[in-house]
């Protein structure tokens, strides 16, 4: 069962969809449901994927599918968009060909990746899950599996070469290597980017940093949320 606020918010993505193929953006849904702040419409979004109704598809930003209706709604048609094309007529010469393949095979495919707020490289905050931005990255950096980004804060794993501001790419996984280094969520509110060690019933989270502790919790308190597969860096 749905609240009002989510079956308002679902037919309107639907509508929107069927207009024109492409999610409502965050603001977008914030004006048309009245709500003062994305992270309202964040937390919908949720419930409604939580219950089957909508799902997010991964590496494309603003990209929502609906796959069903609140009962009652089941023939709703959202209209359809006027196509009205803009043709530009023009004659490439043969040359003009060439500069555009060459440009073309000059630029690297990207991919967006949702941007999910900063992890602490030092003392663990809780990871912010907003949903609202994204971050280009080439699309050779990524394998296999879904995948997400994170800002570092806070200078823990220096001496890996993650400095405070990097942005880390993470590979969604719930298991990773002795040495790996993983986003790590700790007692269920905590989430911090450290190396990861078990021994025996116990799990280790190693700062790379000499300044920084070793710290050390039963393997039940410690859940593996992703592991880091590259890095960028603004300069």
């Not at 050779?140 to 400095?163: K, N």
């Not at 501001?165 to 040495?179: F, K, L, P, S």
Request: aromatic fraction near 6%.
């Amino acid at each position: 069962m749905l609240t009002r606020k989510q079956h308002e918010l679902l037919l309107f993505i639907h509508e929107r969809l069927g207009q024109g193929g492409v999610s409502p953006s965050f603001d977008e849904m914030k004006d048309a449901l009245g709500l003062k702040s994305k992270s309202g419409i964040h937390r919908l979004i949720t419930g409604l994927e939580e219950r089957g109704f909508i799902r997010r598809l991964p590496h494309r930003a603003r990209a929502l599918e609906v796959l069903r209706l609140p009962e009652g709604a089941e023939n709703a048609r959202p209209p359809r968009a006027k196509f009205q094309p803009n043709v530009i007529k023009a004659d490439f010469s043969f040359a003009g060909r060439e500069v555009a393949a060459a440009a073309e095979a000059a630029t690297p495919e990207t991919i967006q990746l949702p941007l999910y707020g900063r992890i602490a490289a030092g003392t663990p905050i809780e990871a912010l899950r907003d949903g609202s931005g994204f971050v280009d990255i080439p699309a050779t950096m990524l394998g296999a599996g879904d995948h997400y980004a994170l800002e570092v804060a806070g200078d823990s794993m220096v001496e890996a070469g993650i400095l405070d501001h990097d942005t880390v790419i993470i590979q969604r996984c719930e298991t990773a290597e002795n040495g790996t280094i993983v986003v790590a969520l700790v007692d269920e509110n905590e989430v911090t980017l450290k190396r990861l060690r078990r021994k025996g019933n116990t799990v280790a989270l190693e700062p790379a940093n000499a300044s920084y502790e070793t710290r050390i919790f039963g393997a039940d308190r410690v859940r593996v949320q992703g592991k880091l597969i590259g890095l960028v860096r603004k300069y």
